[in-house]
Nanobody
Framework: VQLVESGGGLVQAGGSLRLSCVAS????????MSWYRQAPGKQRELAAI???????NYTDSVKGRFTISRDNAENTVYLQMNSLKPEDTAVYYC???????????????WGQGTLVTVSS
């Protein structure tokens, strides 16, 4: 299983970025995909999640600004981030697990992370 993120970088507050995560070695359409983030000095938190059926949920701090989506034909999950704030600065990690597996278990797969820095 391999998850490879891209799209991070430096952006000014109010700007936008789109993160991508390409998966290989899995039956992508059956996986729940998520984006987590870890800010400096803080614990990793779930930012957005999308089920195999396409239902999405978000942590309160990103609702209305971030959109998670998936392209099963391309084995890719995206995170469109708009109206970025300095507090969105973090390393963003792609996560995937089979739809039948509990979160945080042995079947979780992680990407290497991509850094997003939002300047004020």
């Amino acid at each position: 299983v391999q998850l490879v993120e891209s799209g991070g970088g430096l952006v000014q507050a109010g700007g936008s970025l789109r993160l991508s995560c390409v998966a290989s070695g899995i039956i992508f359409r059956g996986y729940v995909m998520s984006w987590y983030r870890q800010a400096p000095g803080k614990q990793r938190e779930l930012a957005a999640i999308i089920t195999s059926g396409g239902s999405a949920n978000y942590t309160d701090s990103v609702k209305g600004r971030f959109t998670i989506s998936r392209d099963n034909a391309e084995n890719t999950v995206y995170l469109q981030m708009n109206s970025l704030k300095p507090e969105d600065t973090a390393v963003y990690y792609c996560n995937g697990r089979p739809g039948w597996a509990p979160p945080g278990g042995a079947f979780d797969a992680w990407g290497q992370g991509t850094l997003v820095t939002v300047s004020s």
